[in-house]
């Protein structure tokens, strides 16, 4: 299976018809069909890596002050309870745990209702281990290199899909105007970002510093960054890095999507 990454942007993608959204579903159209979809999610932030084992996860609406409809809107896919034992059980060292405490943040099914909107295929989440009030957090290579644990479920039809946001500073967004004008310093880093995932010069991207106040501006906190470091943990050294959707929506929030294979 290819491996994929999502900008997601604000919630209310997931009850619109857009450019972006409907380059969701023809992305969709474009790879094999998964038998199970895990999602490396920005919005499950945990101590240590866990991966959902629910046979029915919830909807969460991990969002406030949105309209009514979103909070109305349901993804009723099952769960891969087996699957996320598997991983368990795969990935060294206990890197990885099961957890019943979750469900489908909007990093999910906002993404997977224009995708696959017949929720019919098993999903689960995996968090990220990365706590605001950690004195010492993870380097950026740990998630790469855990990342990279998790390819043998490329081999068994598992499409992993990193979900969050290459720029994102929601303290200078303009919530009114989603076409806004993108602020210079947002345009700038996510060309940068593009520039080197086209060289493949991913350890330029463990440090957004490297890009100087553009890259401050745009990566405040890394937690809607490093689903994108999952994402080319994953590849391969000769494979494709196609660019599926690009654009910057509110003028601080890229909405740059890749696949890779």
Not at 26 to 33: E, K, Q, T, W
Not at 180 to 195: I, L, S, T, Y
Not at 213 to 238: C, N, Q, R, T
Request: proline share 7%.
């Amino acid at each position: 299976m290819p491996v994929i990454f999502i900008g997601h942007g604000s919630p209310m993608n997931m009850v619109q018809d857009n450019s972006y959204t409907r380059d969701l579903a023809r992305l969709a159209g474009s790879i094999p069909r998964p038998e199970a979809i895990l999602v490396i999610s920005a919005h499950w932030l945990t101590r240590g890596s866990f991966v959902t084992g629910n046979d029915r996860p919830e909807t969460i609406h991990d969002f406030y002050g949105f309209p009514k409809e979103l909070y109305e809107v349901k993804y009723p896919s099952p769960g891969a309870p087996e699957l996320a034992e598997t991983i368990a059980r795969t990935v060294p060292k206990g890197s990885v745990k099961t957890s019943l405490e979750w469900g489908f943040d909007h990093a999910s099914y906002a993404v997977l209702r224009h995708m696959y909107p017949s929720a019919d295929i098993p999903v689960l989440e995996m968090s990220l281990d990365y706590m605001f009030d950690d004195p010492r957090p993870r380097p950026l290579e740990y998630h790469y290199k855990l990342a990279r644990e998790l390819a043998f479920l490329r081999e068994k039809k598992v499409l992993i899909l990193g979900s969050g946001n290459i720029v994102h500073n929601l303290g200078m967004i303009d919530f009114e105007d989603v076409e806004a004008e993108p602020f210079k310093w947002a345009a700038e880093f996510d060309k940068w970002v593009k520039k080197n995932l086209v060289k493949g010069d991913h350890e330029s991207l463990f440090d957004p510093g490297k890009a100087g106040e553009a890259g401050e501006l745009s990566v405040p906190s890394l937690d809607h960054y490093l689903p994108m470091i999952y994402a080319i943990g994953l590849k391969k050294k000769d494979e494709a890095l196609t660019f599926t959707h690009e654009g910057i929506q509110n003028g601080s929030i890229s909405m740059r999507c890749f696949r890779i294979g």
